[in-house]
């Protein structure tokens, strides 16, 4: 039984302006909010897109997402499914069959397996800095982009730092367990002020740059290293080595991302280097420490402190035990002194949230509806400026392929019999992208050019939006 023409809606809802926060945004979102005005002045409004398939479009959020993105998506006309657990791989295998997109913090692990068993899956959106939990090599091959939020809770992670630098050095978590005991010992031996120390940052992004303009209204002398030469903000210094930074800084704060050459990176080479009673500071994630390692460099008094937020297992759910049965060496990192431990809440803020909450929910929006993938970690990033209402005769193509030669050339022979008014494409590996925008395309085409498109040979996902 052929298939029956779909309906492309004529009248598009009316578009209303809201107005975002500034540190909320990109650029490319200012640019949008600043078109958008202009637009409004009843010259051309954009068209709101849908996918011409008509199925209703369902989204699953996990780890309590802030409800701000949930109404933001719902408001969108998607329908959500919130859930305030992470779930784990064989629960994410029997429910994501029905949903097209997923929002994730930092606990759930969208694996290969997952992937594969996600036939409606389009989209991914990380709901924190981190895209390590996601496999996103095999979510490329899928058609599926993966986005994030890399900006939005860096103040709230520089912020935590400082606390810990000045927990650590005045031994406050250890008073304060003591006084909680019914122990009062007063005492100064062993406690400074961190004014003239030096603070060495590992990693001098949004984070590592926010925190050393923190760290120098303390009065602390600040240097960093990082792969690349980055301009400095204020006093701070950049070194050339991070084996000079270890052996200069009193305390270490480490800002990098986990990548094959991060991965245990302060091992017990990195931390004999360190100053003896010097700290030790890990927010960024947990595998780039050599726990046992550090273990052993406090228990010997190298070290005088540490503060851990990030570990290399962590439970999945809030009130479940961190304890040796996650980590072998559980027991003994809690019985250590002058350690502050942390359950991943670096970003866990209510400003962090909110705003990590609008970046992803706005960007999975854009590409459900406009195929926009402007942001994806993991996907050629290409845009199109919006169809405007009185365009109702437009579709825009969506069209995800392998990276092969010729695949442009069989795509527009396809669209030649329509007049595209315009297309963007861009590759990033071996994953490639198009966007395009045709008019005078009747509702008994789609069905057609839908078929045709997605029966080439390097196709690997094709969406249709009107």
Not at 42 to 52: C, D, F, G, N, T
Not at 108 to 125: M, P, W, Y
Not at 146 to 158: D, E, I, K, L
Not at 214 to 230: C, K, P, S, T
Request: one cysteine or more; proline letters at 5%.
């Amino acid at each position: 039984m052929a298939p029956q023409p779909i309906v492309i809606p004529q009248k598009s809802p009316r578009v209303v302006a809201t107005s975002i926060s500034p540190p909320t945004q990109t650029l490319h979102d200012r640019l949008r909010h600043r078109d958008s005005h202009i637009s409004l002045g009843a010259i051309r409004q954009p068209k709101v897109l849908h996918p011409v398939d008509n199925e209703d479009l369902k989204l699953l959020l996990l780890e309590n997402i802030s409800q701000e993105a949930v109404r933001y998506l719902r408001a969108q006309g998607f329908t959500v499914d919130h859930y305030t657990k992470a779930l784990s791989e064989d629960e994410l295998v029997e429910k994501i069959p029905q949903y097209h997109a997923v929002g994730i913090r930092s606990k759930t692990r969208i694996t290969e397996r997952v992937i594969k068993a996600a036939s409606k899956l389009l989209v991914i959106g990380c709901f924190c800095i981190g895209t390590n939990q996601v496999d996103l090599a095999t979510a490329a091959k899928a058609g599926i982009p993966v986005f994030n939020s890399p900006f939005s809770n860096s103040r709230s992670v520089a912020e935590l730092v400082i606390a810990e630098i000045i927990a650590l050095s005045r031994q406050l978590f250890e008073r304060s367990f003591e006084l909680r005991a019914g122990i009062w010992n007063k005492q100064s031996k062993g406690c400074w002020e961190v004014r003239g120390k030096t603070l060495g940052i590992v990693g001098y992004g949004h984070i590592g740059s926010q925190l050393s303009v923190l760290a120098e209204a303390l009065g602390m002398r600040v240097i960093f290293y990082d792969v690349i030469n980055i301009m400095p903000l204020g006093s701070a210094r950049q070194v050339d080595a991070l084996q000079t930074l270890l052996a200069e800084a009193d305390f270490v704060t480490l800002h990098v991302p986990e990548v094959p050459e991060t991965i245990n990176m302060i091992s017990k080479t990195e931390l004999e280097q360190m100053k003896e009673g010097s700290y030790l500071i890990n927010n960024a994630r947990g595998r780039v420490v050599d726990i046992p390692a550090l273990i052993y460099a406090l228990q010997s008094k190298h070290l005088a402190g540490a503060a851990l937020d990030v570990f290399p297992a962590e439970p999945a759910s809030n009130g479940a035990p961190f304890d040796d049965s996650i980590n072998f060496w559980s027991t003994a990192l809690r019985n250590l002194p002058n350690v502050i431990l942390s359950p991943h809440i670096g970003g866990s803020t209510e400003e962090a949230q909110r705003m990590i909450g609008d970046e992803v929910s706005q960007a999975l929006a854009r590409y459900l509806n406009y195929g926009s993938t402007i942001g994806a970690v993991n996907f050629p990033e290409v845009d199109l400026r919006a169809i405007t209402a009185e365009q109702g005769d437009n579709v825009r193509v969506c069209h995800v392929h392998n990276n092969q030669p010729g695949v442009l050339r069989q795509v527009n022979d396809i669209l030649s019999p329509y007049n595209v008014e315009k297309q963007y494409s861009d590759s990033k590996g071996d994953v490639a992208y198009l966007l395009a925008d045709i008019a005078d395309v009747s509702p008994v085409d789609v069905n057609k050019l839908r078929d045709q498109i997605s029966q080439t040979h390097a196709n690997i996902l094709t969406r249709l939006l009107a």
